[in-house]
């Protein structure tokens, strides 16, 4: 038993240092607030100076999801359009970090839906899974045939 307790707090450790060096490196930073049902919680997407290190959301007091559920972050522009940054559940730690998988370049603002996990999953023959990445440091695309 003690051997897992001191697992699980390496992890919050390592998790927390993490946060911390990202906060660190500067950058850019937005803060979200939780309204009406939801004060009390919150987060701040930042994204870092240093090249390589992905922007990610420090969430705080987020309540826990029922099953089926997840978190979804969005980035929103100054024309409204909304692109998705990441989903997520709550992980039941009071201090949690998503990483952002998309580029937040253009976006001026941030918002947090709670969607339903049926709907990012269709497993049906008409739907088609394609997924974007960013071309490699070589300038090649990531992607072959």
Known sequence: MRH?????AHD???SYESIVEGIRQGGRWWYMAGKDDWTGSGGTLIAPRVEGRPPFV???DLRPLPQGQLYTIWLVSSDNTWVRGANFRPDGKDVQ????NAAI???ERCAVTIEDSAELGLQRK????LETR???SGGTS???S
Do not use: E, M
């Open 4 to 8: 897992l307790l001191w697992v699980d």
């Open 142 to 144: 990531c992607c072959s």
């Open 126 to 129: 008409h739907v088609v899974k």
């Open 58 to 60: 420090v969430f705080h």
């Open 105 to 107: 370049a253009g976006f």
């Open 12 to 14: 919050t450790r390592a």
């Open 97 to 100: 970090a998503v990483d952002i």
């Open 134 to 136: 960013p071309k490699s």
